[in-house]
């Protein structure tokens, strides 16, 4: 069965560190890979998608990027973080194209 | 008009009670709908997921959805204290694995023992 995993499960960075979040699954192929951040009162929102190794399609022009430097890896950074940036972010991953996002475990961020 | 509309709540109901969740969407071109729970300070964990039309029973739950409508339910019987989290509703025109699912904000679900 397919496993995501995601790391750190919890992190506090100071305004203007870089960020580094990971996320990897396991027992597929080939899968679509996804960064979605959660905000309080303001649903999920869609910041990266990627159909395969170094194809990054972003949804939300701001100062985050994302890379896939493998098939099943998939890495949400920033050179300089903002107060705004803190919130709940989420790695999915789903395969054909009827099927559906599946979600990690998420990692909570906060900026001070 | 946003895309897909949800009642943010909270609802608060007692165990055993059936509970109603609904969300209303205004593109006509979505085919696919999925249910998700999520609990405190988790990733979403997908429930149900239907395309176009119909019912769709799974356990103590049951997915509806109302083309015509351009409403969709997720009812659960038999409601659980472990049942509590907030559930989010979600709906594309293909399946979700092109990036354009669209998401409902959520309702917080409280089932009291």
Not at chain 1, 65 to 82: C, E, H, T, V
Not at chain 2, 57 to 85: M, N
């Amino acid at each position: 069965s397919q496993t995501i995993h995601q790391w750190p499960a919890t992190l506090v960075q100071p305004v203007g560190s870089p960020l580094s979040l990971e996320c990897t699954v396991e027992g597929t192929s080939n899968p679509n890979l996804y960064w979605y951040r959660q905000a309080a009162g303001r649903g999920l929102q869609l910041l990266f998608y990627s159909v395969g190794i170094g194809q990054i399609s972003s949804e939300v022009p701001q100062n985050l990027s994302a890379s896939r430097p493998q098939d099943r890896q998939f890495i949400l950074s920033s050179k300089k973080l903002l107060l705004s940036d803190s919130g709940f972010y989420l790695c999915a991953w789903g395969l054909s194209r009827i099927d559906t996002q599946y979600f990690g475990p998420g990692t909570r961020l906060t900026v001070l | 008009q946003k895309e897909v509309e949800q009642d943010p709540g909270p609802l608060s109901v007692p165990e055993g009670a059936i509970v109603s969740l609904n969300c209303t969407y205004s593109n006509s071109a979505f085919q696919y709908f999925m249910w998700y729970r999520q609990y405190s300070r988790k990733g979403p964990e997908l429930l149900m997921y239907t395309y176009s039309s119909g019912n769709k029973e799974d356990g103590r739950f049951t997915a509806q959805v109302d083309k015509s409508s351009k409403y969709i339910s997720l009812f659960i019987r038999d409601s659980q204290p472990s049942d509590s989290a907030t559930y989010l509703c979600a709906m594309s025109r293909y399946g979700g694995s092109q990036g354009n699912l669209i998401f409902g904000k959520g309702t917080k679900l409280s089932v009291k023992p």
